[in-house]
């Protein structure tokens, strides 16, 4: 098998001769202020792909047709709250006219009232024979 030969070399370096490189590096020349020039904007719109171009009109267009569906749907829903109290208001009325018309029917069919129109007109009525309307 191949062995490993190890070599020792001495380093013996003369601190005279380290001093003179560090100095020599310590010394660093002035570089000039790097000065940012802001992109134009049509410089911006350059560096943004066109699959980002399309996706943010994409983004956009559909934005914008959400915001035309929600106002579709709320000017929806207001015309049917407006239909439906229209109903109720006029559910309301027949109501009222039926109670009314109710009322009527039971004045107009009490026994007192038949017997006062019975004998005006000559008429004997007898309490047996008088009956209420149901209908």
């Known amino acids: 098998m191949a062995e490993l030969k190890v070599h020792e070399i001495p380093y013996d370096i003369e601190e005279e001769a380290i001093q003179p490189v560090a100095s020599e590096h310590s010394h660093t020349p002035e570089r000039p202020e790097v000065v940012v020039v802001p992109l134009s ?3 911006k719109l350059n560096r943004i792909s066109k699959m980002e171009k399309w996706l943010t009109l994409v983004l956009i267009a559909a934005l914008i047709g959400l915001g035309l569906v929600m ?6 829903i207001s015309k049917v709250e407006q239909d439906i109290s229209i109903i109720q208001d006029g ?3 027949n109501e ?3 109670l009314q018309l ?3 029917k039971s004045e107009l069919s009490k026994s007192e009232r038949i017997r006062e129109i019975a004998e005006e007109k000559g008429l004997t009525i007898t309490s047996d024979n008088l009956r209420k309307v149901k209908k």
Do not use: Y
Request: charged share 35%.
């Open 41 to 43: 904007p049509s410089r």
């Open 71 to 76: 106002i579709n749907l709320r000017t929806t």
């Open 91 to 93: 559910v309301t009325k």
């Open 96 to 98: 009222a006219e039926i």
């Open 102 to 104: 109710e009322q009527e």
